[in-house]
């Protein structure tokens, strides 16, 4: 090949590279930042709820996907093609940057949209143990950096219950003692484990957090 051939061919490669890195970042651009639309109904639902006090919350209305899998995105884009109503509350961790509507259910379309009460467990504004459940390759991606101590929030159109993490551990599928009622009013977040693990994963990631204070938007 002589010099001239040469020159022809780095440039072609250069440029074919170059369209290829423009791609990339634009897809990930793209999927880092999503449109929350239960987020925007939820904070309109509770701004017209408090309308009459000067309290007045942030409206976080994007999730941030950067740590997602890419088929999770794509499953949360699907979901959006279904209306699941008006989210019964808001999960927030400032901890790992989380805010995530909560539905009842935890079914496929629940899960790739939010995060969902477990069925049979206490539920929103009531005492007891309120079990969450969250994807770990989606919005509970986030818990592999949880920390004990740190604060968990769930907001409803009412006010706010803040919970303090004081445990994280692995269990089997089949435990379901953490399901259970101990007569404290605590919030259990539960997630598949290893988090990057290829396939089904076999085990749980369980984070435990009590009650630590309450806000009333309606005082």
Same mark, same amino acid.
């Given at each position: 090949?002589?010099?001239?051939?040469?020159?022809?061919?780095?440039?072609?490669?250069?440029?074919?590279?170059?369209?290829?890195?423009?791609?990339?970042?634009?897809?990930?651009?793209?999927?880092?930042?999503?449109?929350?639309?239960?987020?925007?109904?939820?904070?309109?639902?509770?701004?017209?709820?408090?309308?009459?006090?000067?309290?007045?919350?942030?409206?976080?209305?994007?999730?941030?996907?950067?740590?997602?899998?890419?088929?999770?995105?794509?499953?949360?884009?699907?979901?959006?093609?279904?209306?699941?109503?008006?989210?019964?509350?808001?999960?927030? %961790?400032?901890?790992?940057?989380?805010?995530?509507?909560?539905?009842?259910?935890?079914?496929?379309?629940?899960?790739?949209?939010?995060?969902?009460?477990?069925?049979?467990?206490?539920?929103?504004?009531?005492?007891?143990?309120?079990?969450?459940?969250?994807?770990?390759?989606?919005?509970?991606?986030?818990?592999?950096? %949880?920390? %004990?101590?740190?604060?968990?929030?769930?907001?409803?159109?009412?006010?706010?219950?803040?919970?303090?993490?004081?445990?994280?551990?692995?269990?089997?599928?089949?435990?379901?003692?953490?399901?259970?009622?101990?007569?404290?009013?605590?919030?259990?977040?539960?997630?598949?484990?290893?988090?990057?693990?290829?396939?089904?994963?076999?085990?749980?990631?369980?984070?435990?957090?009590?009650?630590?204070?309450?806000?009333?938007?309606?005082?």
């Amino acid at each position: 090949m002589n010099k001239k051939h040469l020159a022809i061919a780095q440039r072609t490669a250069f440029i074919v590279s170059a369209a290829l890195l423009s791609v990339f970042v634009i897809a990930h651009a793209q999927s880092s930042i999503l449109p929350a639309q239960d987020l925007k109904k939820f904070e309109q639902a509770r701004q017209q709820n408090i309308a009459s006090t000067s309290d007045s919350p942030s409206n976080n209305s994007n999730f941030n996907t950067s740590l997602w899998n890419d088929q999770r995105v794509s499953d949360y884009h699907d979901s959006l093609e279904h209306d699941l109503g008006l989210p019964e509350a808001v999960l927030e %961790i400032p901890s790992i940057d989380l805010t995530v509507p909560i539905f009842t259910g935890i079914d496929e379309l629940t899960l790739n949209r939010a995060v969902g009460r477990v069925p049979g467990t206490a539920r929103i504004g009531v005492p007891g143990n309120l079990a969450l459940y969250g994807h770990r390759d989606g919005f509970f991606r986030g818990l592999k950096d %949880i920390q %004990i101590g740190e604060i968990i929030e769930v907001k409803t159109l009412k006010g706010s219950v803040k919970y303090k993490i004081i445990s994280t551990h692995v269990t089997t599928p089949d435990d379901l003692s953490v399901l259970s009622d101990t007569g404290k009013d605590e919030v259990t977040l539960v997630t598949c484990y290893p988090f990057y693990f290829v396939g089904s994963a076999p085990k749980r990631f369980i984070v435990k957090a009590q009650f630590h204070s309450e806000h009333s938007l309606l005082e």
